[in-house]
Every structure is written in structure tokens, then in C-alpha cells.
């Protein structure tokens, strides 16, 4: 696991962040986030290969522990909501293996660790994706969702530029089911192989401390919404944004290879009106699903 400088902050009175990661602000984020996850633990990291590999390491080496610990059980900190940041990612993971490039003092890359207690995930990632939405443009002006994971920068041209990216993950700890939900924003131009969009083009001050102080509170509150509601409590919201709502997409689903989206099912599931009007349901997961080739646009 490649991490330097790794500089936590907790729950312990008197603790505080030194150093350069001062500016990041993370006791008074902390303070916002405690009641909302209770005994959060937040980290900046100057370096790491993955934020949500480093989590996940940490999950099975916890669950590990536990299995050899001859009775021992779980540790309280084993369950502790956690929330690294990483200020430079060098091997980002994305959806379906792809690479997650950043580039530091351009990306704002973290991953957030907690039980979830609800049985049903479906739709998680579109949910942190509304929540991701609104707390950095409440207006819906700027950002769209394209299912089932990515922020894209609206145009009117067409869907628009990819802005950011989120990826979910699941590990079993004991008794309790972890989520680790890893975010990647482009807050900065960024130079990828493909043109990509930035926090910056609407938000002109913008820096990766400032957008994560933005959307950890907003996201954390979304989190508790989803353990009682689930995705139902966030449909609205979500279609308010569904960049892919009444337009031609190609899917690698055999059984719809194209067709029409017509929305998202409170389950999450994508629905495509094929050429014969029927409508398929395709979950997150299965397949990968982008606009139609209209302007040769990349998700």
C-alpha cells in the first residue's frame, strides 16, 4: 500500500491537522460530520495508489483479524466511518476496470468507508450521484447524471463532457455489510486522452479542499436518507438529471444492444425502449450503456 504523509484527524479532544493539510480545513469539515456519521474519521493522504483499494485493504485485514482473533470479534474502530482523501491518486480505479486518471491540485479523489445496514444497495450509486449533483450545482444548470455512475457537464450541443466518476464497492465485516464509495472529481482542466470538464468552468474560485467541504456534508446526509428510503427517496431528483432520459443508447446487454432510455426504475435499474417498443431493464453492474454516437461523445 503506497501511502506518505498520511495525516489523520479524529475524534480525540485536542487533535488537529499540521502541515500543509491545515488548509484543507478537515477539523471544522470533521465538526459538520460528526453528528452525521457519528465517529467519523477523516485522512489526507499526500500520496496513494487507490483510495478505495487502501479501504478495502484495511476491511479485509479488520475482517481477517477478527477471524483470528479466537473470540476477540470485532474492534469498535473496525466499523468507524472513514473518509480518505487522496491529494495525489496515482492508479485510480474506475467502473468495469477502467483507470480513474487525477492529477493533484487538479482532482479531488476520496473514498468514504461505512457499514451500511439496508439490505438493498440498488441504486446507491445514483444516489451519491444526486447527492454529489446538488451540493455543487443546486440548480441543475450546470451537472447531469449518466447512469450508472458518471457527473457530466451539461451542453447544449449534447450530453456534454465527463466531470467526474464514483465507484462502489462492497466487503463483508462480520456481521455488517461495508460500503466504500470512492468519488473523483475533475476540479481543475485536466489533460486525459479524452476532453474532459472541470468544477472550474462554473465555479471560478474552486479548489479540491473548497469541493470537498461542498459535497461531504450533502453526501453524508444522503447516505442516512438512503439507509430508510433507498433510491425511491432519490427518483425524482435523479430524473430531474438523467442526461441519458429520451435519447438513443448502445449497450453492450445482447438482449438490447440500442434503443431508447425512458428512465430509471425506483430500483435503479436503467429502462431502454428497444426497436420492437419493448422495454428492457438493465442493472448496474451488467453492462455499460452510453449515448448514441451522435457527436462522438465517450463515457
Not at 16 to 39: D, N, R, S
Not at 212 to 217: A, C, D, G, K
Request: charged share 20%; glycine share 12%; aromatic share 4%.
Amino acid at each position: 500500500m503506497d501511502t506518505h504523509g498520511v495525516t489523520p484527524f479524529t475524534d480525540q479532544p485536542g487533535e488537529h491537522v499540521g502541515g500543509h493539510h491545515g488548509t484543507w480545513g478537515i477539523q471544522a469539515l470533521w465538526e459538520q460530520l460528526q453528528p452525521l456519521l457519528p465517529g467519523i474519521s477523516i485522512e489526507v493522504v499526500d500520496r496513494v495508489a487507490s483510495t478505495n483499494g487502501t479501504l478495502v485493504d484495511r476491511l479485509r485485514e479488520a475482517s481477517r483479524g477478527a477471524r483470528e482473533s479466537h473470540g476477540r470479534g470485532l474492534r469498535a474502530d473496525d466499523l468507524r466511518p472513514t473518509l480518505l482523501v487522496a491529494i495525489d491518486q496515482t492508479q485510480g480505479r474506475g467502473r468495469l476496470g477502467r483507470s480513474w486518471q487525477s492529477s493533484a491540485g487538479s482532482s479531488l479523489t476520496f473514498s468514504l468507508s461505512l457499514a451500511l445496514e439496508r439490505a438493498d444497495w440498488s441504486g446507491l450509486s445514483l444516489a451519491v450521484g444526486v447527492a454529489l449533483a446538488e451540493a455543487l450545482d443546486p440548480t441543475g444548470a450546470h451537472i447531469g447524471l449518466k447512469w450508472p455512475n458518471d457527473l457530466w457537464l451539461r451542453s447544449a450541443e449534447g450530453p456534454g463532457r465527463k466531470l467526474g466518476g464514483i465507484l462502489i464497492e462492497a466487503m463483508g465485516l462480520g456481521d455488517h455489510r461495508m460500503s466504500v464509495i470512492g468519488v473523483g472529481l475533475n476540479v481543475q482542466p485536466v489533460h486525459l486522452a479524452e476532453v474532459a470538464a472541470s468544477l472550474s468552468e462554473f465555479h471560478s474560485m474552486i479548489t479540491p479542499a473548497r469541493a470537498l467541504s461542498m459535497v461531504m456534508p450533502h453526501l453524508a446526509k444522503a447516505l442516512n436518507r438512503f439507509e430508510e428510503q433507498g433510491f425511491a427517496g432519490f427518483e425524482a431528483d435523479y430524473a430531474s438529471r438523467d442526461l441519458l432520459l429520451n435519447g438513443p443508447v448502445v449497450s453492450s446487454d445482447p438482449a438490447c444492444p440500442r434503443g431508447e432510455a425512458v428512465g430509471v426504475d425506483a430500483d435503479g435499474a436503467l429502462r431502454v425502449r428497444d426497436a420492437d417498443g419493448v422495454v428492457h431493464r438493465i442493472t448496474s453492474g451488467e453492462v455499460s450503456v452510453r449515448p448514441a454516437p451522435a457527436a462522438g461523445v465517450r463515457g
